[in-house]
């Protein structure tokens, strides 16, 4: 407990040292729910060019606000300590930016489902991104985007539906 408040602090006293658009951007990687992404997701959410988010997302790493994830498929990722990812949504949603970032990221991840609906390794890489936008999509009533990211997904959505039941 003590911990996590000192977490926050650190986290809210660097926070207040970031430029305006290196606080938004900041805030927007917390949709990611402490999970690894890709700079080109991070692009999608923030409305960045990916130039501008692999240099806010070097920031971030030399801030050690984020941290490199495990480089899969060729892809670099990133991700946020649980209590800083908790934080940064806090502030998304203190900022005013949602639901429209979440628009953004269901948009981004049912275009990535469908661009690599026969590649399941890159399905893979995002699966649990996918069951976000499958809970958001239902959140926000949008059944077209929900059904879309279910059919592209469908592969290893079910596969790690099978994997949980077995664990049962």
């Not at 130039?51 to 790493?61: A, F, G, I, M, Q």
């Given at each position: 407990?003590?911990?996590?408040?000192?977490?926050?602090?650190?986290?809210?006293?660097?926070?207040?040292?970031?430029?305006?658009?290196?606080?938004?951007?900041?805030?927007?990687?917390?949709?990611?729910?402490?999970?690894?992404?890709?700079p080109a997701a991070a692009a999608a959410v923030a409305q960045?060019?990916?130039?501008?988010?692999?240099?806010?997302?070097?920031?971030?790493?030399?801030?050690?606000?984020?941290?490199?994830?495990?480089?899969?498929?060729?892809?670099t990722r990133y991700r946020l300590h649980p209590l800083l990812?908790?934080?940064?949504?806090?502030?998304?949603?203190?900022?005013?930016?949602?639901?429209?970032?979440?628009?953004?990221?269901?948009?981004?991840?049912?275009?990535?489902?469908?661009?690599?609906?026969?590649?399941?390794?890159?399905?893979?890489?995002?699966?649990?991104?996918?069951?976000?936008?499958?809970?958001?999509?239902?959140?926000?009533?949008?059944?077209?985007?929900?059904?879309?990211?279910?059919?592209?997904?469908?592969?290893?959505?079910?596969?790690?539906?099978?994997?949980?039941?077995?664990?049962?």
């Open positions: 407990m003590f911990q996590d408040h000192s977490v926050q602090i650190s986290s809210a006293t660097i926070f207040a040292l970031l430029d305006e658009n290196l606080q938004r951007f900041f805030a927007l990687t917390g949709l990611f729910g402490g999970r690894a992404f890709s960045l060019s990916l130039k501008h988010t692999e240099d806010y997302l070097r920031k971030l790493y030399a801030l050690s606000l984020c941290q490199l994830a495990n480089a899969e498929a060729g892809q990812s908790q934080y940064a949504e806090e502030t998304a949603v203190a900022q005013g930016h949602l639901p429209q970032a979440h628009h953004r990221l269901i948009n981004y991840f049912v275009d990535y489902g469908e661009k690599h609906q026969n590649n399941i390794r890159f399905l893979a890489l995002e699966s649990k991104h996918a069951s976000t936008v499958l809970n958001l999509a239902r959140e926000y009533n949008l059944s077209d985007a929900y059904h879309r990211c279910a059919a592209a997904f469908a592969p290893v959505l079910a596969e790690a539906h099978l994997s949980a039941n077995e664990s049962v």
